[in-house]
């Protein structure tokens, strides 16, 4: 087995402040952190079969190096805190700025996304990649911190349930401006944001958290937290028009998908 990769230094623009899952939108309340009356996650109301959002430790099903196109993370299901993936690389490999890591797997389409966005007129850049169960775990304090409880839980995924730790999560910029997605009033209005909406899955890269959707996703609406799945996956997850969360459970991880 080769060796990973030297980690390079993070940019300097991602240090202050931390590195989140991004900030409520202004005026959105906070979910509940009442836990259910037992460990095991209770089904939603809509008869699909989702669980409801809580707060739990489970285990996720599918924990392999190789699963991480299948891989369910959310409020309930987590990683190992020390799961690292193999081998990973710059995102300079794709022809965007060092200092941020991905699974090797997604360098060919994030290439190729960039260079597309780009002759389109709506350049990208990246914000965020692979984040360490630590580096999670610091980020999710810092937003307690800041903002209380109930807001980060809404708005920052606990440590080991970041789809970031994965190593196929990234947060994109518009590639004209150092200025954080979440500091824009909807960066999804953006020509990259709008862009990265309507041709993402095109590459492989699903939106993780849409707009009105916070209830089957658990957390607030995110514009610029894409999670590559891979160009099968991806054009099967565009067309079924529901949530990552809601697609790998009913496709992958419940008892129904044996």
Do not use: N
């Not at 836990?35 to 599918?62: F, K």
């Not at 710059?90 to 190729?112: F, H, K, M, N």
């Amino acid at each position: 087995m080769e060796p990973r990769p030297t980690r390079e230094p993070r940019p300097r623009e991602t240090l202050d402040p931390p590195p989140s899952d991004g900030p409520p939108p202004s005026g959105e309340p906070p979910p509940s952190d009442r836990p259910p009356p037992s460990d095991e996650p209770r089904p939603s109301d809509d008869g699909g079969g989702l669980p409801a959002c809580r707060y739990r430790d489970l285990p996720t099903r599918h924990a392999g190096q190789d699963d991480w196109a299948i891989t369910l993370l959310d409020t309930i299901y987590r990683l190992p805190s020390d799961f690292v993936p193999d081998h990973l690389v710059s995102t300079a490999r794709a022809g965007l700025q060092a200092g941020y890591e991905i699974r090797p797997e997604v360098v060919d389409d994030l290439r190729a996304m960039a260079q597309a966005a780009e002759a389109d007129g709506a350049p990208i850049a990246v914000r965020w990649a692979y984040r360490s169960y630590g580096e999670q775990a610091g980020a999710f304090a810092y937003w307690e911190r800041v903002r209380g409880r109930a807001a980060a839980l809404r708005i920052s995924a606990r440590p080991g349930h970041s789809e970031h730790q994965l190593g196929t999560a990234i947060d994109f910029r518009s590639a004209d401006s150092l200025k954080p997605p979440w500091g824009y009033e909807d960066w999804g209005t953006t020509p990259a944001g709008r862009w990265m909406a309507r041709e993402s899955w095109r590459y492989g890269f699903i939106l993780s958290f849409p707009r009105g959707m916070e209830e089957e996703t658990c957390y607030a609406y995110e514009p610029w937290h894409f999670r590559y799945m891979g160009r099968d996956l991806a054009s099967r997850i565009h067309e079924s028009g529901v949530s990552i969360r809601r697609y790998l459970w009913e496709h992958f991880h419940s008892a129904s998908s044996d």
